[in-house]
């Protein structure tokens, strides 16, 4: 799976549908409208996380309360900690 190649036939779909012209009694404008957020919802599930450090099956303990918590995946970003994720993330 290529991401640029991806959105670069996703973009060239776009433009294609935008250039047709829609006549309202034959077709209906939500169609395009679902096509559209369709479209969107899959270029942004498809993009994963983009972090500078991805540390997986981290076990953190709080301190206040004593309380563990297993196999978390801490994403880091410059010299901050980003992100703290319950699921294990695979990294690309």
Do not use: Q
């Not at 992100?83 to 990294?91: E, G, L, Q």
């Amino acid at each position: 799976m290529n991401p640029k190649k991806d959105i670069k036939n996703l973009r060239a779909l776009c433009a294609s549908l935008c250039a047709r012209r829609v006549n309202p009694k034959t077709e209906n404008p939500m169609k395009k409208l679902l096509l559209f957020a369709l479209l969107g919802w899959i270029i942004f599930a498809c993009s994963g996380p983009s972090h500078d450090l991805l540390i997986t099956k981290v076990n953190l303990e709080d301190v206040e309360t004593g309380k563990s918590s297993p196999k978390r995946t801490v994403t880091i970003d410059g010299n901050e900690i980003h992100t703290i994720y319950i699921k294990t993330i695979k990294p690309d």
